[in-house]
């Protein structure tokens, strides 16, 4: 059999004991995936420093195996992969630790587009639910915004629903592999999606649904995206888990409030009381505080501007001028400085009006 880096990559996705946290260890200190399948025991434990126990318990020649199974159904069904290397794969969520090693996705996929938000909530979802979300889309529209949720019943349905109706594209998180669509009842929708939008996962074929992968699909989620948007959710719940998850990977968060008697609005209330989610009533408080109500008509005061600005200045101007908003890691890579250097002259450009800072560490010009 000759094994190509694709299957390599599989192999390495379904290790025994190995997660992705430890799998992207494990490359850092080999040359490539392939050399933890072709190299033999011995060499892996002088290379990795993992005893040979827990190398005979990663049962390389069964994931391997399990690879070939894998490619020929991606294959058949035309679903591509991106590993998390790869300049495919979404930016956001390689900053993330615990990100997914490998994903499998299907549609247009817009991952690394300039403005990504996700919009979940209860899978109760009640009238004023679903009217927020409405409402929320619709004003999305012309805008550039991708809106990513996890194809669940509820808020999701209605999020990629809306999606649909107003023209904003979306993309779906699954929890399982792509042989099914869970739950069944979203088929069709699924298959929409795929029109203007995407579909993800990190789950290989034959992935059940099972409740311990929702936990997983939710950190994809969060961490792909700039910011979360609760809408409805009980105390306790997934939208809560993929909030907290936000959070850690320092994105912004949002909650819309509801009546305190009300269960699937307890969730956002305390969310918000314990100052873990910005709270906004409308569509136009969250657009304002990501500053993504773009007016492409008006000439910019720092392109007037821009011969007068220092070397690393105009760099900056440069950079940001390309995209709508960026955050300063990315800031950084094109515009070329170091983040201490960068953040010297952020502050200079920010003092004379040039740009603005927002929430999550990103910036725009004024």
Not at 212 to 219: I, T
Request: hydrophobic share 40%; with cysteine.
């Amino acid at each position: 059999m000759n094994y190509t880096y694709l299957h390599y990559q599989i192999g390495l996705s379904q290790l025994y004991g190995i997660g992705p946290i430890k799998a992207k260890e494990l490359i850092y200190k080999l040359e490539s995936a392939e050399q933890l399948f072709s190299a033999n025991q011995s060499e892996i434990q002088k290379l990795t420093g993992l005893n040979i126990r827990a190398i005979q318990k990663m049962d390389r020649k069964k994931a391997l195996e399990k690879s070939i199974a894998v490619i020929n159904h991606l294959q058949k069904h035309s679903i591509d992969t991106s590993f998390y290397t790869s300049d495919e794969y979404p930016r956001r969520l390689k900053q993330c630790v615990d990100a997914p090693i490998l994903l499998y996705k299907k549609g247009n996929c817009l991952v690394n587009s300039p403005k990504l938000v996700a919009i979940v909530g209860t899978r109760n979802a009640t009238h004023y639910g679903q009217s927020i979300v409405r409402d929320l889309i619709a004003s999305f529209q012309g805008k550039n915004i991708v809106v990513v949720s996890g194809l669940a019943l509820g808020i999701d349905s209605y999020v990629h629903k809306y999606c649909l109706d107003f023209g904003v594209p979306t993309i779906g998180v699954m929890g399982h592999g792509f042989d099914r669509i869970y739950p069944a009842k979203n088929r069709t929708l699924a298959k929409e999606m795929l029109v203007d939008g995407a579909l993800l996962t990190e789950f290989i074929p034959g992935t059940d649904p099972d409740r311990e992968n929702f936990p997983k699909r939710n950190r994809i989620v969060a961490g792909m995206t700039d910011a979360t948007i609760v809408v409805e959710s009980n105390i306790k719940g997934g939208s809560l888990i993929t909030a907290r998850l936000a959070n850690d990977y320092n994105r912004d968060v949002f909650a819309f409030p509801g009546n305190i008697n009300t269960k699937t609005s307890q969730g956002c209330n305390q969310l918000i009381a314990d100052q873990k989610a910005h709270l906004i009533q409308s569509p136009g408080d969250f657009l304002a505080l990501m500053g993504w109500n773009e007016d492409n008509t008006v000439e910019t005061v720092q392109k007037a501007l821009f011969l007068d600005l220092s070397i690393h200045q105009q760099q900056i101007v440069a950079a940001l001028d390309q995209e709508t908003q960026l955050p300063i890691d990315v800031l950084s890579l094109k515009a070329k400085l170091p983040i201490t250097e960068l953040n010297q002259e952020l502050f200079h450009l920010e003092m004379e009006g040039l740009i603005r800072s927002l929430p999550g560490k990103s910036y725009v010009l004024t």
